[in-house]
Every structure is written in structure tokens, then in C-alpha cells.
């Protein structure tokens, strides 16, 4: 499977902008909770996009924050950016789906674009995006997120493991089956997003604002979503500082795993569980038979090197080769954390921007 994947990569094109002449008009919508120490940064790199100004707009929505970050978006409505204030007393399934839904309301632009309040982003990130857009006929578009500035070798494994998964999304577009993206870059056009009713039919999780709704797209437009293989497009953003944090996050991605609408993404992620889950009962019943030590051993090296074949030209492409030194270790934690996630992240709540949701 590994290997069919990493055929996926590699059949994505290299994008590379040629045309410097624009007419897609584009909103860009962040919706943020409490996030005043880093979203001053990312505004800042918004306006900063060698793109015309007159064909993009930045939309805030502040969802229920309790610190200054109201106040920090306002600061720039002299300079063209929009904030609206969610201010819903009734409880919701999905804020964000509601933030997003509002800002989208309040646009008139051909195109949407989703990032996060904590993302960053080079000046050549949206040309290098809507010049893509522009060179196909695409009604969604997926674009890489990678992290950067690690503080520890904890935040450098999240690092590999997001890239991973973040090569799996590309790798699924480029095969024609898309499963997964990040709605920290993500793309697609305003009247799609009407024509599917929005969020309508998803909107019974917290997430899914990314993933789901590229289900939803999938299956009307299978041939529509392309994959932004370009170094200017991504958007970096930060792993997280902590054990107890990176689970609540990575619960709330797998909170996600049993509604896909297409059932044969489900039985390959339950497929894989299983498969980890076998190297593991194996390590057990070698206690009583040395037999499945070396059956586990020999399971694991293939993991490792299958997996080693994708990381290879995704650490290539972010520039991180050095990471691939983690592979042997990430390669056993990866399977109890994967057995782990793959339960707690389908069978109750889980903590998100302050919130228990489900």
C-alpha cells in the first residue's frame, strides 16, 4: 500500500508558476479562538502576498475568544481585513464549520482559501496557489503544510510523522483516490461549496471542515481536486510542545476516520491497524514461541523500509532529509501510537481550543 502511494507522490507534477497575470478574485478565511500570540504574524504575511490587492480579501472569524484577539485583527481594518464575532449562545456541533460558513456568507470571491491563525506563509504562496488554480480546471485544491522551528526532538518526530501524512494526502490525489488534506491550505471554489450544500450532512463532528468535505467534493467532482506540489505553497506551522496536547490533536483527526463516505479508505485504515496491531501481538506470543519474535522482526523491516521509500522524496521535496535519521525509532512508536489513536480517537470526547467535543 505504501508503495502504491508513493507512486501517487510522484505522478503529482512539480508545479512551477509561469504566468504572473491574475483574474481569480480570493478570499482567504481564518477562523480563530484565542490566538493572540501568533496571529499578528500570520495577518502580516497575508498582506504581504505578491498578489493584486484588489483581487483578495482577508476574512476573520473570532470564535468566542477570551483574549485579545478581537482586538489584534482590528487593528489591521485599516488595511482592508474583515472580522466577523461569532456570537452563538446555543451550543454547536462545529464552531469552525460555523466560522467558516459565516465567512463565506460575508464573500463574493470566485475562490475560498482556509488557513489557521497560527500558520505561516512566504510571499509567493497565494500567486504560486491561484496561478495553479488557473492552469486546470479545478473546483478544490490541496496544498502542503509542513512544521517548522521545532524546539525539541519530540516537536522534530511530529515533524516527519505530519509530513508523512501530509505526503499521504498528495499521494491519494495523485492516484485518484483523495482521502486526506489540511484545511490549513486548502482551496475551492465558493459556488461548489454552495452547490454541495456546505457542510450540510458533516456537520455532526467538531472537524471535518478539510477531510470531509474533500469526500464531498470527491464524489461529485472525482477528476476536480488537484494537489499544489510546490514549494512556495506551503504553509508552516508549529507541532506541539507536549505529549498530553499532541494526543488531544491527533483524536480529534481520527474522530474523523469512520465517517468517510468512501468505505474502502475505511477498510484500509482498518486494515493497517490490524497490521500493527499483529507485529505488536507477535513481540507477546514470541514469550512463548520465539517463531513470531522473528515473524514481528521481519514485519517491522518491511514497514520500515516500505516506509522509507515515501519519506525519502517527501523529506527531499520539504528539505528535511535530516529527519529520516527518526525513521527506526518512529517506525515501533508509530505502531503502539497507532493502535492507541486508532480506539481513543472513535470512542469519546476530546479537548479542542478549550472545548470537550466529540
Not at 502580516?44 to 483581487?55: K, T
Not at 496561478?131 to 518526530?157: H, R, T
Not at 467538531?206 to 464531498?216: R, Y
Amino acid at each position: 500500500m505504501v508503495l502504491f502511494l508513493r507512486r501517487g507522490w510522484l505522478a503529482v507534477e512539480t508545479f512551477n508558476l509561469k504566468s504572473t497575470r491574475f483574474k481569480t478574485t480570493v478570499s482567504i478565511l481564518i477562523a480563530a479562538r484565542n490566538e493572540e500570540d501568533k496571529i499578528f504574524n500570520t495577518i502580516n504575511d497575508i498582506l504581504a502576498q505578491d498578489y493584486p490587492a484588489d483581487l483578495m480579501e482577508l476574512i476573520v472569524v473570532d470564535d468566542h475568544s477570551t483574549d485579545q484577539t478581537s482586538e489584534i485583527v482590528l487593528s489591521f481594518a485599516d488595511r482592508g481585513v474583515k472580522l466577523i464575532v461569532l456570537n452563538e449562545n446555543e451550543p454547536l456541533n462545529s464552531y469552525k464549520k460555523k466560522a467558516i460558513t459565516e465567512a463565506i456568507k460575508l464573500s463574493d470571491s470566485e475562490l475560498i482559501i482556509t488557513t489557521d491563525a497560527d500558520c505561516r506563509m512566504s510571499p509567493a504562496w497565494l500567486k504560486t496557489i491561484i496561478g495553479f488554480y488557473e492552469s486546470g480546471n479545478y473546483k478544490m485544491i490541496s496544498s502542503p503544510v509542513i512544521y517548522f522551528e521545532e524546539k525539541s526532538k519530540f516537536e522534530e518526530m511530529q515533524t516527519l510523522d505530519f509530513l508523512f501524512l501530509s505526503g499521504l494526502g498528495a499521494a491519494g490525489i495523485g492516484n485518484k483516490m483523495p482521502s486526506t488534506c489540511s484545511g490549513a491550505n486548502l482551496a475551492y471554489q465558493r459556488e461548489v461549496f454552495y452547490e454541495l450544500k456546505g457542510f450540510q450532512g458533516i456537520d455532526e463532528l467538531a472537524s471535518g471542515d478539510d477531510e470531509l468535505f474533500l469526500h464531498k467534493v470527491a464524489l461529485v467532482y472525482p477528476d476536480g481536486i488537484g494537489f499544489c506540489k510546490s514549494r512556495d505553497a506551503i504553509v508552516y506551522t508549529h507541532a506541539k510542545s507536549n505529549l498530553k496536547e499532541f494526543i488531544q490533536q491527533r483524536k480529534r483527526w481520527a474522530s474523523k476516520s469512520t465517517k468517510y463516505k468512501n468505505k474502502a479508505i475505511v477498510v484500509i485504515g482498518v486494515s493497517v491497524w490490524i497490521f500493527n496491531f499483529m507485529i505488536f501481538l507477535s513481540s507477546i506470543l514470541g514469550l512463548f514461541n520465539p517463531y513470531f519474535w522473528y515473524l514481528g522482526l521481519i514485519c517491522i523491516s518491511i514497514k520500515a523500509l516500505a516506509e522509507m521509500s515515501l519519506l525519502i522524496p517527501l523529506c527531499s521535496f520539504a528539505s528535511r532529509s535530516k529527519l529520516l535519521w527518526y525513521v527506526p525509532i518512529l517506525t515501533v512508536l508509530h505502531m503502539f501510537y497507532l493502535m492507541y489513536i486508532g480506539i481513543a480517537g472513535n470512542s469519546g470526547k476530546y479537548n479542542w481550543k478549550g472545548r470537550m467535543v466529540r
